[in-house]
């Protein structure tokens, strides 16, 4: 089965129709149903006949998408984290939201707090009482959706070991890997067991089964396929025991990394940047494995459709009849056409 479908970015709707995403978009459910709603509502009749939405890139699943759901604590999975080991939350009111960064410099795993503390944590204690508020409102009888998801279908989404390492101990971290590599890999298994702690927290709070895991390992290209297999590889399979199947997202060139990627245990799917090779992947993990693919920012950007249909042919070639998804995220300064013509390559093979 050959697919399409597309998000829409916190830029590209400040853009549109001035919504700005504070800090109250965040950490106050009833304002971010109103703004959630209002994107979508936008999306509904610019895009008709689109499979286009608002979502955070590849988290939200418009398939599993429910107009009725409310986003509770929808903050990037290893932001909620950094947040409990004492970063500051950083708002953008037209882009991503981030957090202070290297909240852990100088940390070793011994330093750490237990991962059931987390739990006792005023941050957590605040969406739970907004889940059960949402719960228990019988005049909007909206569905809450708990932090580490992103819609009802009960994946949870996380970001990968490597990526919160860099992330709380910056670029620092790799240079530890080759020096220290007990020290990261204890400090990769403790960021692993917190994940999987508060999603099963929240999942239980919500009611919302856990069906498995997204796990964004962004950092894992900037690493040889050796130190993903060394370090990537075994905290992830052991995700993947603990909440179940694993979609892995790398967004750079991961042709160098697919093998190391099929070690992984209980590896269900893989979300590839648009100049990996599609050939090499089905080569290690055949025409069964769900694989979806981003296109490049300058096919998204061209002035001419050229581009992103030379390379969405040259994917589907590549593909030879595999379960294939291309999954896009709608920026300011992406040309719209490529979008319409990328969605009409598609329908056209059906």
Request: with cysteine; net charge negative; proline share 6%.
């Amino acid at each position: 089965m050959i697919t399409v479908s597309g998000t829409l970015s916190k830029a590209w709707m400040a853009e549109a129709i001035g919504v700005v995403f504070g800090r109250d978009y965040y950490l106050d459910p009833q304002r971010r149903y109103a703004v959630d709603r209002r994107c979508n509502d936008y999306a509904a009749e610019h895009f008709t006949g689109m499979r286009l939405f608002y979502s955070e890139s590849n988290l939200g699943q418009i398939d599993y998408w429910d107009k009725s759901q409310i986003q509770i604590g929808g903050i990037q999975p290893n932001m909620i984290l950094g947040m409990l080991l004492g970063a500051d939350f950083v708002p953008d009111a037209c882009h991503d939201a981030d957090i202070t960064g290297q909240c852990l410099t100088g940390k070793d795993p011994a330093d750490l707090p237990s991962v059931e503390s987390l739990l006792d944590h005023s941050l957590i204690r605040l969406f739970d009482d907004q889940i059960r508020q949402a719960q228990d409102d019988r005049r909007q009888r909206l569905r809450p959706v708990p932090p580490f998801f992103w819609d009802i279908s009960g994946r949870a989404t996380i970001h990968g070991v490597l990526t919160s390492a860099q992330k709380f101990f910056g670029e620092a971290i790799f240079m530890d890997m080759l020096s220290e590599p007990q020290r990261c890999l204890d400090i990769m298994q403790w960021i692993a067991d917190a994940y999987v702690a508060l999603c099963r927290h929240f999942s239980q709070i919500a009611d919302l089964p856990v069906t498995g895991v997204h796990v964004g390992e962004c950092s894992s290209c900037l690493v040889s396929p050796e130190m993903v297999e060394r370090f990537v590889v075994p905290v992830t399979s052991k995700i993947g025991a603990e909440l179940g199947p694993v979609r892995l997202h790398s967004c750079g060139p991961s042709t160098d990394y697919v093998e190391p990627f099929s070690k992984i245990k209980n590896l269900h799917s893989l979300d590839l940047g648009g100049d990996t090779s599609i050939r090499r992947a089905r080569e290690v993990f055949g025409n069964e494995m769900p694989l979806s693919v981003t296109p490049l920012p300058q096919d998204m950007s061209a002035a001419s459709t050229d581009p992103i249909v030379s390379w969405a042919k040259r994917i589907l070639q590549e593909d030879e009849g595999g379960n294939l998804e291309y999954v896009y995220h709608l920026e300011p300064g992406y040309n719209l056409d490529s979008i319409y013509a990328l969605t009409d390559f598609v329908k056209n093979l059906h």
